[in-house]
Nanobody
Framework: QVQLVESGGGLVQAGGSLRLSCVLSGVIRVLNAMAWYRQIPGNQRELVATIISGGATNYSESVKGRFTISEDFAKKMGYLQMNNLEPEDTAVYYC??????????????WGQGTQVTVAP
């Protein structure tokens, strides 16, 4: 059974920084990719950043240049460094992982989310 747990959210002033972490537990063959999404109540979940095994990254235009996604897939961990935060970044942030199991089945899992609040 795979579980994802995010941490690192909180309250920060505009212009500040936070670092989110995501740890995957469970037996897998390969961690193929991790991604961070965010969601404001009443809105659809929005893709923030992705990183695949090998290190290629992709960012939404709204966070490009301010956020950095990284990984330590050997430890089954992913990170989102968020700098120069803006009130518009306030949301619940979710970690997402694309995994391959020992039997070669592939699946995607979500964490429970961590709240990020940016005060003006």
């Amino acid at each position: 059974q795979v579980q994802l747990v995010e941490s690192g959210g909180g309250l920060v002033q505009a212009g500040g920084s936070l670092r989110l972490s995501c740890v995957l537990s469970g037996v897998i063959r390969v961690l193929n990719a991790m991604a961070w999404y965010r969601q404001i109540p009443g809105n659809q979940r929005e893709l923030v950043a992705t990183i695949i095994s090998g290190g290629a990254t992709n960012y939404s235009e709204s966070v490009k240049g301010r956020f950095t996604i990284s990984e330590d897939f050997a430890k089954k961990m992913g990170y989102l460094q968020m700098n120069n935060l803006e009130p518009e970044d306030t949301a619940v942030y979710y970690c997402n992982a694309d995994v391959t199991f020992l039997n070669w089945r592939r699946d995607v899992y979500w964490g429970q989310g961590t709240q990020v609040t940016v005060a003006p």
